[in-house]
């Protein structure tokens, strides 16, 4: 069993950053490759960026490639999403999820635990 706990949401003016962290329980953390979902009002939960088991592979959505950078920390359980040039259209609950698989995955039903989520609001 995974805990996972989500922290830095906020609210923050267009152009700005955020850093999200996310702290897991347990002694496996190095054992799940890591995922940031994110999912606005009315819309689907879609895949952010995810990183694998030891961080040496990480994959992006096509619309925060450049400006978001996921990492994690094994020694501290803790994943981290470096959210910078953000945008109204980034506006949404970020998730934080992990997944057994070595690399990790787009699809949100890969996931095997979820944290709670934080909000992430961004001004215009």
């Known amino acids: 069993q995974v805990q996972l706990v989500e922290s830095g949401g906020g609210l923050v003016q267009a152009g700005g950053s955020l850093r999200l962290s996310c702290a897991a329980s347990?002694?496996?953390?190095?054992?799940?490759?890591m995922g940031w979902f994110r999912q606005a009002p009315g819309k689907e939960r879609e895949f952010v960026a995810t990183?694998?088991?030891?961080?040496?592979?990480?994959d992006y959505a096509d619309s925060v490639k450049g400006r978001f950078t996921i990492s994690r920390d094994n020694a501290k359980n803790t994943v981290y999403l470096q959210m910078n040039s953000l945008k109204p259209e980034d506006t949404a609950v970020y998730y934080c999820?992990?997944?057994?698989?070595?690399?990790?995955?787009?699809?949100?039903?890969?996931?095997?635990?979820w944290g709670q989520g934080t909000q992430v609001t961004v001004s215009s």
């Open positions: 999820a992990a997944d057994r698989s070595l690399r990790g995955s787009y699809y949100f039903g890969d996931y095997d635990y």
């Open positions: 990183i694998s088991r030891n961080g040496g592979i990480k």
């Open positions: 347990g002694r496996t953390f190095s054992s799940y490759a």
